[in-house]
């Protein structure tokens, strides 16, 4: 089954691909191509890991995160659901 084209908005297309491949939604897939497309693919690594694992994070933390990702079902969620659901976005 062939792909469709990622669409107009994304810069960097091979890098969209391959980050959809790694399993990466395509909302991140997008955000992180169009970043190195603005600047340079290592300039985007470097800036990466700033944040610490998010099992050091509080609840209230991981749902402030997660609001601000608008992560449907939020509220309801474990600390554990809601580690998965961020990392999975």
Not at 18 to 23: A, E, I, N, P, V
Not at 29 to 49: D, E, W
Not at 51 to 71: C, F, H, N, P, Q
């Amino acid at each position: 089954m062939p792909r469709s084209t990622p669409g107009p908005s994304v810069k960097d297309p091979e890098m969209y691909e391959s980050l959809r491949d790694d399993g990466a939604s395509k909302e991140k897939a997008a955000r992180i191509s169009n970043a190195a497309a603005n600047s340079s693919r290592s300039a985007v690594g470097r800036r990466g890991g700033q944040s610490g694992d998010y099992e050091d994070w509080t609840k209230d933390e991981l749902v402030g995160r997660a609001r601000e990702l608008d992560i449907r079902g939020r509220s309801t969620m474990s600390k554990s659901e809601l580690i998965s659901a961020l990392r999975s976005h």
